[in-house]
């Protein structure tokens, strides 16, 4: 049976201690989410972020700025959120408190669902100190810097060695203790062939409405195509803000046809036991 972590075992004041960090990691914290919201601001930083992922070939067609808001709001209420909530329930963690974590670790990690503002080391501090649905999207984005794949997993080996400046606070945070080196046997075999197979979040299995908006946004491609679909005028975007609620399946991302054809044939079979 596995262990369990600092993050299922310690009482909650010790957890927001270490989350905090001492002067040194608020300081550095700090600054990144000052460069972060900065970052709203330089329009310019945001069109080449865009541009290196359309030369990577993950954005086919690059979507409006009103677009990336909607679709970083459709994000968080129908995946992020969502399949976030329903997984800390099956652990017996409070979703609320969690992200209380998360904010005292590195505020700047829940202030860009989409991560397009956000620097590399913010992308994978994320990727450390949250259990992803898909950590295809997070790979996906940092290989819009030159050095971020190769970072990331300098990055998380220093967390399983216990080395990284953050391991404290992340330790705070990670309920799963066998997930960093799942995240790093993933990076290791996606920087060989980025068609390896991403390690998807135990509470996705035999669940076809979160595989459904996982397929839609767990990947940058999939997730560009569903955002260039939304509306891309002032007035379409607030219809849609206010009277979509639920996740729209006619914008999903579709099922791949091998999936569609195994499906179709074991319906009958699935029929005949019945």
Request: glycine residues 6%; charged residues 25%; proline residues 7%.
């Amino acid at each position: 049976m596995a262990m369990g972590t600092v993050r299922t075992s310690a009482p909650p004041w010790r957890l927001l201690r270490d989350a905090l960090g001492g002067p040194a990691l608020v300081r550095d914290k700090t600054l990144r989410f000052a460069k972060l919201l900065a970052a709203y601001t330089r329009a310019h930083e945001l069109d080449e972020r865009l541009r290196r992922l359309e030369r990577l070939g993950y954005v086919t067609r690059a979507p409006t700025r009103l677009q990336l808001a909607v679709g970083a709001a459709d994000m968080l209420r129908f995946f992020i959120v969502p399949a976030a909530e329903d997984y800390y329930a099956s652990k017996g963690i409070s979703f609320t408190f969690h992200q209380l974590l998360r904010f005292l670790d590195d505020p700047a990690s829940v202030a860009d669902p989409t991560g397009f503002l956000a620097g590399r080391d913010v992308v994978i501090g994320h990727l450390m100190q949250v259990v992803h649905a898909n950590p295809a999207y997070d790979l996906q984005l940092l290989e819009s810097y030159d050095d971020g794949l190769a970072e990331l997993e300098s990055q998380v080996e220093s967390m399983l060695a216990g080395t990284h400046p953050r391991v404290v606070s992340i330790g705070a945070i990670i309920e799963d203790p066998d997930y960093h080196a799942r995240l790093l046997t993933f990076v290791r075999a996606f920087r060989e062939d980025r068609r390896a197979p991403p390690p998807i979040r135990e509470n996705f299995a035999g669940r076809p409405d979160l595989a459904r908006v996982e397929r839609t946004f767990g990947t940058l491609p999939a997730a560009m195509r569903y955002i260039a679909k939304l509306p891309s005028t002032a007035t379409g975007a607030a219809l849609h803000l206010l009277t979509v609620k639920r996740f729209p399946i006619e914008l999903a991302e579709p099922e791949p046809a091998s999936e569609q054809a195994f499906a179709h044939s074991a319906a009958p079979l699935a029929s005949a036991r019945g």
